[in-house]
């Protein structure tokens, strides 16, 4: 990113200074900033604004229902976003690290599903049923992955035909988790959109509870839908590698 970009911080007032660079999501610049005295998180990318709008939204309306997320700090005029730029909260906690760690984060993504029962999509993207029929969608585009791997991912995804949607996190790894004692934060945002719920539940130890059956069809969502997301990185091959074939 130029730094061009990084000018905009001018508009959270005169009090707000870049720390350092943060480990971030491939998409965007993410620093530590300190505004007014406090500890924040600012991310510059090339976002569409419907798309800031979208995400900011979302975090505002978690953060009233009480769960915890970086919550967007408004510029001097009020606006969420400025030029790509958004100011975040920055969230203290570590990652899970036992079985009952990740039932607690299987709660909190329970609450998350709950909290956006018929919220509209994502600007850009599709759910995973979606690209039963369309091939592209954000980051996904089935038409760079083989015809034979598209078809594999697809029938992972014809499992979760006619299930209730609502907002996924979509990459609830430790990294993206921040928990404390009393209570467990979800940070990065980036690949949340509108989908089944199940995409965020094959966690470690099974920690969602899913008995066999559910179990399986989600592990096999997700794997679809990670392998598909980053395609063709070697991650992703790895993924699809977990698809069963057809």
């Known amino acids: 990113m130029s730094p061009m970009g990084w000018e ?3 508009q959270w007032g005169e009090d707000v200074v870049r720390i350092e660079p943060l480990a971030g999501g491939v998409a965007n610049d993410v ?16 976002r569409s604004s419907a798309d800031l709008a ?33 100011l975040m909260t920055y969230v203290e906690g570590g990652p899970p690290e036992t079985e009952a760690d990740w039932r ?30 369309a091939e592209t969608g954000t980051r996904i585009d089935l038409g760079a992955m083989p015809p034979e791997a598209v078809a594999r991912c697809r029938a992972a995804w014809a499992r979760l035909i006619g299930r209730p949607t609502c907002v996924v996190h979509g990459d609830p790894n430790p ?6 004692a009393d209570r467990v934060a979800l940070i990065d945002w980036d690949e949340s959109h509108v989908d089944v ?3 965020d539940l094959a966690l470690p130890h099974n920690a969602a509870g899913l008995d066999g059956g559910a179990h399986d069809i989600a592990a096999q969502a997700s794997a679809a839908w990670e392998a598909a997301v980053c395609w063709d990185d070697e991650y992703s091959i790895k993924r699809l590698a977990q698809v069963r074939a057809v």
Do not use: Y
């Not at 709660?107 to 995973?128: A, E, F, N, V």
């Open 8 to 10: 905009a911080l001018g």
């Open 31 to 46: 620093w530590s900033v300190r505004v007014d005295g406090h500890l924040a998180v600012g991310r510059l990318g090339a």
């Open 54 to 86: 979208w995400e900011t939204e979302l975090l505002q309306h978690l953060d009233r229902e009480g769960l915890t997320v970086p919550v967007p700090i408004p510029t001097t005029d009020g606006r969420l976003f400025a030029d790509g730029l958004v």
């Open 104 to 133: 607690r984060v299987a709660d909190t993504l329970r609450r998350l599903h709950r909290l956006t029962q018929g919220w509209p999509q994502r600007p850009g993207w599709r759910s995973s049923t979606d690209l039963l029929h």
């Open 175 to 180: 990294r993206n988790i921040r928990m404390t």
């Open 197 to 199: 719920p199940d995409l």
